[in-house]
């Protein structure tokens, strides 16, 4: 039984959701509407653009959403949105302006200290105190798609799982409808978190988000900061591979693929890949892994060639 691919009869109903973050400079626009391109051929249940800390990309925020919706006419664009650095009035009318723009489905969170992750984190002065208040105030505007985060290895200021469970059954109670996780490398930890998230009564969606390793140093200094660990076993298939690119892409393919397999073998139906807004490793994965492309990639860069 092939552990990175799966049977077509296996495959019945799986659905991708891609992760992007707003670019800042024109190559990084040129890169990120590239990566949109490319893997709309895997035809997302959705995609979603991150919105900075301290709202320092709030401007280019609502600019890349737009131009998704607008433009690359990508409607299921979700627009993240955090508490920081804003009153409730200016979140407000943040939020009024991705609905003016289209959106109708919000990632709501927190956000992170303004001091940095590790920092202690304080509301603003009159700004929404947690993600489970902003859920409540987008709520209150419309029957929109509320997704949330929730950390299957625990959010790192959190006590303990419990804890971080009640906040997560908190944001259920005030109108989420999904929680995307954040990145992990070990399925058992997500399934003991989701069997515990179950038994506290939640019942939304808890969709795993998969982080393909491009770059193991980067991934393993961010997932420190978020308190994930990337396990031994993954890093001892991936660091000898520094001075051989091709066979680190292949590696790091098998690795991503791996795992939304064995999820989808467990049951999993729905998977969000953060995609650091590069197209090629993303793309190979769901191609191994065995999801379908709506546009084949062959046609794909026929067509890229046709219209240059
Ligand atoms: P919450 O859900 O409100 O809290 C997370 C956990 O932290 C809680 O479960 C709780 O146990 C604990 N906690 C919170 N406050 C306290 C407290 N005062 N004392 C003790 N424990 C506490 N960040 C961005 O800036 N922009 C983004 O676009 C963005 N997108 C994200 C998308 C996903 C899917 C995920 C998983 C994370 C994202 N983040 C983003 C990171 C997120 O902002 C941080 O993890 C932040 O620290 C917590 O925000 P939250 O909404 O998860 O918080």
Redesign the pocket.
């Known amino acids: 039984m092939p552990i990175h691919t799966l049977y077509p009869a296996e495959r019945g109903n799986l659905r991708l959701s891609f992760?992007y973050?707003p670019p800042k400079n024109d190559e990084m626009e040129t890169q990120l509407f590239q990566t949109v391109a490319d893997l709309s051929a895997f035809d997302p249940a959705f995609v979603?653009?991150?919105?900075?800390?301290g709202g320092s990309t709030k401007a280019r925020?609502l600019t890349a959403v737009r131009r998704m919706i607008h433009d690359e006419h990508i409607a299921n664009t979700a627009a993240?949105?955090?508490?920081?650095g804003a009153t409730r009035a200016e979140v407000d009318a943040i939020v009024a302006e991705f609905i003016d723009n289209g959106v109708h489905h919000f990632?709501?969170?927190?956000?992170?200290?303004q001091g940095g992750?590790g920092a202690?984190?304080e509301p603003f002065p009159d700004g929404y105190e947690?993600?489970?208040a902003?859920v409540a105030a987008i709520r209150a505007k419309g029957d929109f798609e509320i997704?949330?985060?929730?950390?299957p290895e625990?959010?790192?200021?959190?006590?303990d799982v419990d804890?971080?469970?009640?906040?997560?059954k908190r944001?259920v109670d005030n109108g989420a409808t999904r929680?995307?996780?954040?990145?992990f490398f070990d399925n058992n930890d997500f399934e003991r978190y989701l069997e515990r998230v179950r038994r506290a009564g939640i019942n939304i969606p808890v969709v795993p988000?998969i982080m393909p390793i491009n770059n193991l140093a980067s991934v393993s200094r961010f997932a420190g900061l978020?308190g994930a660990k990337v396990p031994e076993a993954i890093v001892t298939r991936l660091v000898h591979l520094d001075e051989s690119p091709e066979e680190r892409f292949k590696e790091a393919t098998h690795i991503a693929a791996e795992q939304i397999v064995d999820l989808a073998r467990r049951g999993l139906r729905d998977f969000?890949i953060y995609t650091m807004n590069r197209s090629p490793l993303v793309a190979a994965v769901c191609d191994l892994v065995g999801f379908e492309r709506a546009v084949p990639a062959a046609a794909q860069s026929l067509s890229a060639g046709a219209a240059a």
């Open positions: 992760e973050f979603t653009m991150t919105y900075g800390a925020s993240h949105l955090t508490c920081v990632v709501a969170l927190r956000g992170d200290p992750i202690r984190y947690n993600a489970a902003l997704s949330v985060s929730a950390y625990k959010h790192p200021e959190s006590p804890a971080d469970i009640d906040m997560l944001k929680a995307l996780t954040q990145f988000g978020c969000h």
